[in-house]
């Protein structure tokens, strides 16, 4: 295994980025090439998969993200469970782009979240927050004979910051523009947006999570195909329903909208519970299951409008979406009726919508190995930048 010091005499780095979202439906993985650090930092995609979870892997993600079973022998084995698909994944992707796994330099591995505390809760007389993503990252090393850079989300929220949004500091570096202010929203299980004011200065980006992204609408879905389905394919079910707006009124009053940033949320708030909670008031509204879904639609769009409106002290000119609801047309349309601005996607510039929060990985951990504070404290609240991930060799 090549040593930091090593990695650091080289002008590019071969790095894969892992990521396995809220929405635990699989581990994408993207190979890239990165040059430099920091603003000078170059990315060039080599290639991208993503790796679907069986049904069993999945279940037993939402069971222990529920944070109401599995005990210490779960979490054990799972970590390391997830390992193993991480590094399967890893493979993958090298396959898939026709490289040595051998000449991988370095892995960014964010694991998978399955409880997150960003706001103090009493434990033991205590206030504590807290954030777990298990994946063991030295399941990895050993595979690839390589470092790899893994639990990033800790360092920030021990510096006070929430822990999350970290992807706002990689967009930063490839996305900012001198002649106009860009939005960038992801719909992965959970919404977040990003505003890059133009000719701003890092801290001048502020960032954080929408509501739910595909969450609610993955969720619904499988309650009305009985678990055939996983998703809205090309938003179809929802583009069948009708848009209740007695319930979207009630959907609106969700504190979490009226909430300043800096704020995150997740599964703890939009997961089976909420979601039981949306069919009995909807049920209680004699709407369908289809009307449900595609006002669960809408309301994820009217998110990001209020997110806007409200808490975007400067509002961006355009905005890119990226992540699986990207390639939701139902959800597009709604969206783009929702907001006055020119709406893109990824592809629109030449990018790939799914591979962005791999990519974003990789990014970070090529700056942790660098020693470069790689968080975004006007986003995530902490009080200083810190340089978040732990190292594995």
């Known amino acids: 295994m090549q040593s930091l010091s ?46 679907p979870y069986s049904e069993e892997v999945r279940k037993e993600i939402l069971r222990l993200a529920s944070g109401i079973s599995g005990g210490s022998r779960d979490l054990c ?10 590094l399967d994944a890893c493979r ?9 796994p051998a000449s991988v330099d370095l892995v960014g591995s964010h694991g998978q979240t399955l409880y997150h505390v960003p706001a103090a809760e009493t434990y033991l007389g205590r206030p504590m927050r807290g954030t777990l993503q298990l994946g063991e990252a030295s399941v990895i090393a ?72 595909n969450m609610v609408m993955d969720q619904l879905v499988s309650r009305m195909t009985g678990g055939a389905m996983r998703y809205d394919e090309n938003g179809a079910l929802a583009a069948s329903g009708t848009c209740s707006e007695a319930l979207l009124s009630w959907m609106l009053q969700d504190p ?14 939009y997961g089976a519970p909420y979601v039981d909670r949306l069919m009995e008031q909807g049920r209680a509204l004699a709407l369908s299951d289809r009307d449900i879904l595609a006002t669960a639609c809408r309301f994820t769009a009217a998110c990001v409008g209020v997110a806007i409106e409200r808490h975007c002290p400067v509002k961006p000119d355009r905005l890119i979406v990226g992540g699986g609801g990207s ?10 009726r929702e907001l006055s601005i020119p709406v893109l996607v990824n592809e629109d510039l030449g990018l790939d919508s799914d591979a962005k929060e791999a990519v974003a990985f990789a990014i970070l951990a090529n700056e942790c190995v ?20 732990k190292i594995s060799l």
Do not use: W
Not at 146 to 154: A, E, K, L, Q, T
Not at 327 to 336: D, E, G, I
């Open 327 to 336: 390639r939701n047309p139902t959800l597009m349309a709604m969206l783009r």
């Open 370 to 389: 660098h020693g470069s504070a790689n968080n975004m404290p006007s986003v995530t609240g902490a009080a200083h930048p810190v340089v978040m991930g």
């Open 77 to 86: 084995l799972f970590s390391f469970l997830l390992g193993q698909l991480s």
């Open 256 to 269: 979490y909208l009226r909430k300043a940033p800096p704020k995150t949320t997740g599964r703890e708030a």
């Open 6 to 51: 090593d990695l650091m005499k080289k002008d590019s780095l071969r790095v894969i980025g892992l990521m396995s979202g809220t929405s635990a439906d699989g581990m994408d993985a993207a190979l890239t090439e990165i040059s430099g650090f920091g603003l000078a930092t170059k990315v060039k995609m080599l290639g991208f998969v993503s790796v």
């Open 142 to 213: 050993e595979g690839l004979g390589c470092p790899v850079v893994s639990d990033f989300r800790v360092r920030d929220l021990a510096a006070g910051g929430q822990g999350a949004p970290l992807v706002p500091y990689t967009e930063y570096l490839l996305y900012r523009r001198e002649d106009a202010t860009v939005g960038l929203q992801n719909f992965g299980g959970i919404g977040n947006i990003t505003v890059l004011p133009r000719s701003g200065r890092m801290e001048d980006t502020f960032a954080f999570d929408t509501g739910p992204g």
């Open 92 to 100: 993958a992707v090298c396959e898939k782009a026709h490289v040595d």
